[in-house]
């Protein structure tokens, strides 16, 4: 009488009392193993035709759209897929006049998290001189790097005080340091912002 695996899978094992059929042998655990694997798909469509009943925890690879989803019991999610790749600031929008590239450059990624889109940024700002208290224009991103309504972020900047940092859908992005920067800062920092699902 055939048995299960070892891992509680449910991978059949044939038993040496069982008829001898090497064909349902490879069968029987090729089957289980497949549907335990990273399967491939020319697309979702071919997925679906292939995977009519599928079981929860099944995971899928759709060659079309580069996708990885995973089948959560009533549903396909896909998981996290690069949208778009680190991009430098100088080639999505422009700098404001005293405003330069730091070290590391600032720049901006596009990534698919569990179906929701989101936008991260990295990187320093160089400023010639910005006045604390102040609401100042540093950057316009380009018309596919704007969220549909504005988001505001706080970050580091070099006086060790926290930096306002806003980005409107109009894409120009400000910043603000409280009165306590005073107007020696010269740089502000990026680093940890994230626009969640910037078509809200």
């Known amino acids: 009488m055939a048995t ?16 001898p059929n090497a064909e349902t042998l490879a069968k029987n655990i090729a089957n289980a193993v497949v549907e335990r694997s990273n399967m491939r798909f020319a697309s979702a469509t071919a997925r679906n035709a292939a995977l009519a009943s599928p079981v929860e925890g099944m995971e899928a690879w759709l060659q079309d ?35 330069t590239a730091g070290t590391p450059a600032p720049r901006l990624r596009k990534i698919n998290e569990f179906g929701t889109e989101v936008w991260e940024l990295e990187g320093r700002l160089n400023l010639t ?61 990026l680093d940890g912002i994230r626009i969640t699902n910037p078509a809200a």
């Open 4 to 19: 299960t695996d070892d891992y509680g899978q449910g991978v059949s094992i044939a038993a040496l009392t069982d008829a």
């Open 65 to 99: 759209t580069n996708t990885k989803t995973i089948y959560d019991g009533s549903s396909w999610n896909v998981q996290s897929k690069l949208l778009l790749d680190w991009t430098a600031f100088s080639s999505i929008g422009s700098f404001a006049a005293g405003v």
């Open 129 to 189: 001189s910005l006045a604390a208290a102040t609401t100042t224009t540093v950057f316009t991103f380009s018309a596919s790097y704007r969220p549909a309504n504005t988001r505001g972020f706080m970050t580091y900047n070099s006086s060790h005080h926290g930096t306002r940092i806003t980005i409107p859908a109009s894409g120009v992005m400000t910043v603000s340091v409280p009165t306590e920067a005073g107007s020696a800062v010269s740089s502000v920092w």
